[in-house]
């Protein structure tokens, strides 16, 4: 076991088996692994449920699975993660949370934030997984009807930049996941086409709402993971959210437990490049959850 590190920390991850159809190691596998690494903190944000049959993924239908099904998990997690902050206190911090899901696109708001009332979660990652009713970060397929629907690739960030834009302003998240995750499926011969005048100008208005609602902005590293040179998001936003004063965190998007920890050292020394040397936490404390910074200067002594 690793001794914690002040700087090492979560606040997007840990999804697990049992409650989550595409992972592969149970909560307790992903909680001992975050000590095994050295992580101060670690914010658990499995996935919420989504509300209709045809969100349900081709996986969980084989696994029998249906929309109650993933109400009942999502409640018995919530009860789970109650007692798994009690059984690692003094070893991590463990937050509670939930990645949230935009649909139905005229009803998830009301959704979410009745699961974060009724099971009494800590905070909300808003996330963006669909366009429009359309996965785009599931199969290369989806995303092509999504590509389709919109009219093109700069239409399609640009329209996936106005939902995680309205998200931000129905949900106001302590944290924002994954931010430029519509570029998980570009071709790399069409990426210019997420920085174009109007992407931008769309990314930036998303960034401005994230700032007038006081969100904290994931540095996601599973971007690594899928093959990128960078985490989610890449330099022009993570400079652009530097530039208008937007706080960072971490967020390994684990869903294994060998995900747990991946890419923070490489994470911290691309904010240090750009010269960002701090990252918010989250932290519980008597009269609830508090946000405070800390120095990614910081070494293990």
């Known amino acids: 076991m690793c001794k914690p590190v002040s700087w090492k920390i979560s606040l997007h991850g840990g999804h697990s088996s049992g409650f989550c159809d595409h992972s592969g190691s149970t909560l307790g596998e992903m909680l001992d692994a975050a000590v ?4 101060h903190c670690f914010g658990v944000a499995e996935h919420a ?10 996986e969980e239908i084989e696994m029998g699975w249906d929309v109650k099904t993933l109400d009942r998990l999502f409640r018995v997690y919530a009860d789970t993660m109650d007692r798994a902050v009690d059984t ?8 509670k949370a939930f990645e949230a899901e935009v649909v139905p696109p005229k009803e998830y708001a009301e959704n979410m934030l009745s699961y974060k009332r009724e099971l009494n979660f800590d905070y909300i990652v808003g996330s963006v997984h669909y366009v429009d009713d359309i996965i785009i970060d599931y199969k290369q397929e989806y995303f092509g009807q999504a590509l389709e629907a919109c009219g093109g ?3 399609l960030a640009v329209r996936y930049y106005q939902i995680l834009a309205d998200m931000v302003s129905k949900l106001r998240p302590e944290v924002v996941g994954h931010f ?3 570029r998980k499926y570009f071709p790399m011969e069409r990426e210019k086409e997420l920085y174009t005048t109007r992407a931008k100008a769309a990314a930036e208005e998303a960034l401005e709402a994230m700032r007038e609602f006081n969100c904290i902005l994931d540095i996601n590293t599973a ?9 989610y998001p890449a330099p022009t936003h993570v400079q652009l959210a530097r530039d208008l ?6 967020g390994d998007d684990s869903h294994e437990a060998r995900h747990v920890g991946e890419g923070i050292e490489q994470a911290r020394e691309y904010l ?7 990252i918010m936490t989250l932290e519980r404390g008597e009269a609830g959850l508090n946000r405070a910074g800390v120095s990614l200067i910081d070494t293990l002594s």
């Open 180 to 182: 430029d995750i519509i």
């Open 153 to 155: 690739y700069e239409r």
């Open 88 to 95: 690692y206190m003094g070893r991590l911090q463990v937050l």
């Open 245 to 250: 004063g937007i706080p960072v965190c971490f």
């Open 49 to 58: 449920p989504r509300p209709a049959e045809k969100y349900l993924y081709a």
């Open 272 to 278: 240090l490049s750009m010269g960002i040397n701090r």
């Open 36 to 39: 095994a690494f050295g992580y």
């Open 223 to 231: 971007g690594y993971r899928k093959g990128s040179p960078f985490p």
